[in-house]
Structure formats: structure tokens, C-alpha cells
């Protein structure tokens, strides 16, 4: 899970700043484009499994994917023509539709592994998508200055997801044994695209924002700007792709697990299990990054990106807020209470557009990453006090 942390280290050291921000506009796009194509169908049909028994995942499985081929079928033509509009991606439209679906299908794969109860598995999995193929890739980025591109990044990222999504499928293949081939159940997909369909709303809204930056960024400044938040944000961010794996993906199904069994006591356990977790990770995360970063920046060799570093001290404060909310989130997820996480996410956006047009006498780098601060709080508090309200008014 660290090994994007060093990936980031090695962009800066090993390509130009303009270099690191084209990467950090694919990295962006491609990651929005994911949620279009996953629907937040996941967000219905893991919730499904855990309510069924054993013999019926199958059914649930089989009909996901399903889904998922008919949401590849509608969207594809659309990303098309948004991928013809950012000459970023465009420069390497091949290798982002590849990415796309291996991408997209390894990472459901992962999220069904957790929910079926193979957190190891699915940690195994995680650990070849996102992180083993960077350390193939490293020595010839060091050794051998011909490679030294972004191409080389991208097929080592294609032959990794590719891997990890097979081992998925071999694990799934053998732990879900009932395998039969279901009726159509049209009724049931459309339920789950329109509970997705609302999940999926919030999603975009909060990867939206982790998108925009890049590309306000990339208007207001120039690419050597652009080069340096996209190493700071990937940096900072890099604490949430540590975060989510080690301890979200696998708490969270065991906290709506608690709350489907009404067994409020191990729910309260997990909740406060989840908190403490989050917080301690995420903390410790930062203090690294924030006490490394000076002299790994010098190491690159590249004055400029030790210029800002105040800028790197409020994205390590985003990333922090973000992570210490995340419980809150998944308590409110548990819950049923979709309709808070909702507004809190689309209202995020909001906040942040805001805040810039509030600070745009001044367009700079803090700028971009204050408003960001901004919309992280108001997520925050939001859900906070949602959470705590309704639970009082429950008990009550």
C-alpha cells in the first residue's frame, strides 16, 4: 500500500514537473471515470450478500456483473467524448480505456472478497493491483533512462490490475461453490441502480472534488505548478490508500454485519474500534510525510517542489479530516441513513467552489488547497452531527 507513496517519489525524482502533473490529470480522470462505470452498484449488491445466506450469492454475483456490462455499454461512447477533451488523456487514450475496465473489475473483485469474509485474500489481491508492480518498475526507472516515461508506468499498472483481477476471480470462483446459472431478474438490478444511482451521486460529488483541483490548477497556474500539487495531493492522499484498505474495507461490512444482527453492543465495539484506528493511522501517516517530505524533496533534485511546502501542510490536513471521518461515514452507511451522507458529499463541491471564488483575488496553490480544507470541514461536521442527532433521536 505504500508502494504508490514511493511511486510518487521516484515521478518526481526521475520525470519533469510537467511530466508529473500530465500523470496526476490521468490518475484523476481515470478515477472518476471508474465510479461512472461501477454505478455504485457495489453499494446495493455487498449489502445483498451479507443479507442472504450462502447458497444465494451466486445470484447476486451473477447479476452484478451483468449490471456492470450493461453500465460499460451506455457509458463507454460518453467517456469517449470526454476523453477528447483533455488533451492529457487523449495523449494516451489506449492505455486509459485499458486501465478502465482492468481497474474497475479489480477493484470490485477486492470489494467482494472483504465482503465475503477474505480479508486476507482480498489484501493479497490489493497488494498486486496497486503496489508489487512498483517495484518492478523502479529499478528501470533508475537504471535506464529510456524508460523513464509514462508509458512504462502505465503497462506495469495494466499487467498488475490484470493479475490481481485473476487471482480475484480464481478465489471467488472457489469460495462461492453454489454456482448456478440464475434467471434474469430485471427487477432486482433495477432496484439496485437506483439505490447505486443515489450512492453513486455522493461518490462523484467527493471524487469530483479530488478531480477539479488538479484541473483548476492546471487553468489558473501552469504545468510546473500543476506538477507540484499533484505531488503534494498524491502524497497526502496517499494516506486514504492506506486508510481504506487496511482498515475501512475490512471494518466496514463487520459494522453493517453488526447492525443487520441488531447486535448493538459489538456495532458500538466496532464503531469505537473503527475511530480509534482511523485516527491513529492516519495521524502517524502524516507526521511521516510531513517530517520526510523536506529532505525526500531534496533528493529529487528539484528545487521547486520544496518551495511550497506550506501548501503540503494543509493537503496533509485534508487527507487527515477525510480519514477521521470515514467511520462516520460508514456508521451513517450501517444505518440506512443514505440520505446524510448525500447531502454532506454534493454539498462539498459547493463549499469548495465557493471558498475559491471567495479567495480568487489571489489565485495561488494555498488557494486551491484552503478551499479543499474548507469543503473536508463542512463534511465533518455535517455527518457528525447528523449521526448524533438521529441516533438521539432513535433512542428517544
Not at 440506512?336 to 462539498?348: A, F, K, Q, T, Y
Request: aromatic content about 14%; proline content about 3%; glycine content about 6%.
Amino acid at each position: 500500500m505504500g508502494s504508490r507513496f514511493v511511486l510518487v517519489f521516484a515521478l518526481a525524482r526521475f520525470l519533469t514537473p510537467g511530466d508529473v502533473g500530465q500523470y496526476g490529470l490521468f490518475m484523476a480522470s481515470l478515477s472518476f471515470v471508474v465510479l461512472i462505470v461501477g454505478a455504485d452498484f457495489y453499494s446495493y449488491s455487498n449489502r445483498e450478500i451479507l443479507a442472504r445466506p450462502r447458497k444465494e450469492w451466486s445470484f447476486v454475483i451473477q447479476h452484478f456483473f451483468l449490471a456492470i456490462l450493461a453500465v460499460y455499454i451506455v457509458t463507454f461512447p460518453v467517456i469517449a467524448l470526454f476523453v477528447s477533451l483533455s488533451d492529457d488523456v487523449l495523449n494516451n487514450v489506449a492505455w486509459f480505456f485499458a486501465l478502465l475496465v482492468v481497474e474497475h473489475l479489480a477493484q470490485e473483485v477486492n470489494r467482494l472478497l472483504n465482503t465475503i469474509g477474505r480479508p486476507l485474500a482480498a489484501g493479497t489481491v490489493l497488494m498486486v493491483r496497486m503496489g508489487l508492480w512498483v517495484w518492478f518498475v523502479l529499478p528501470l526507472l533508475w537504471m535506464e533512462p529510456g524508460f523513464r516515461g509514462l508509458d512504462l508506468i502505465f503497462l506495469a499498472w495494466f499487467l498488475g490490475a490484470a493479475t490481481a483481477l485473476l487471482i480475484g476471480v480464481i478465489i471467488i470462483g472457489y469460495e462461492v461453490k453454489l454456482w448456478k446459472l440464475w434467471p434474469l431478474d430485471i427487477q432486482w438490478m433495477k432496484k439496485g441502480f437506483f439505490i447505486g444511482g443515489l450512492f453513486l451521486l455522493s461518490s462523484l460529488s467527493m471524487r469530483g472534488l479530488f478531480t477539479m483541483d488538479r484541473y483548476i490548477v492546471d487553468f489558473i497556474l501552469d504545468s510546473e505548478m500543476l506538477g507540484i500539487y499533484v505531488l503534494y495531493i498524491s502524497l497526502s492522499m496517499s494516506i486514504i490508500s492506506i486508510v481504506k484498505p487496511a482498515i475501512v474495507d475490512f471494518l466496514n461490512p463487520r459494522l453493517v454485519k453488526a447492525h443487520f444482527s441488531s447486535s448493538e453492543d459489538e456495532y458500538k465495539r466496532i464503531l469505537a474500534e473503527y475511530r480509534w484506528s482511523t485516527l491513529l493511522l492516519s495521524t502517524s501517516l502524516a507526521i511521516i510525510i510531513a517530517l520526510s517530505a523536506p529532505y525526500i524533496f531534496e533528493w529529487t533534485g528539484k528545487e521547486i517542489y520544496g518551495r511550497n511546502l506550506d501548501v503540503l501542510w494543509l493537503l496533509l490536513a485534508v487527507a487527515v479530516l477525510y480519514a477521521v471521518n470515514l467511520p462516520m461515514n460508514g456508521a451513517l452507511y450501517a444505518r440506512g441513513r443514505n440520505r446524510h451522507i448525500l447531502i454532506s458529499n454534493v454539498m462539498m463541491p459547493v463549499v469548495f467552489i465557493v471558498s475559491l471564488y471567495l479567495m480568487s483575488s489571489t489565485p495561488s496553490l494555498g488557494m486551491v488547497a484552503t478551499s479543499l480544507l474548507c469543503a473536508m470541514v463542512w463534511d465533518i461536521l455535517y455527518k457528525h452531527v447528523s449521526y448524533y442527532l438521529t441516533e438521539r433521536d432513535v433512542r428517544g
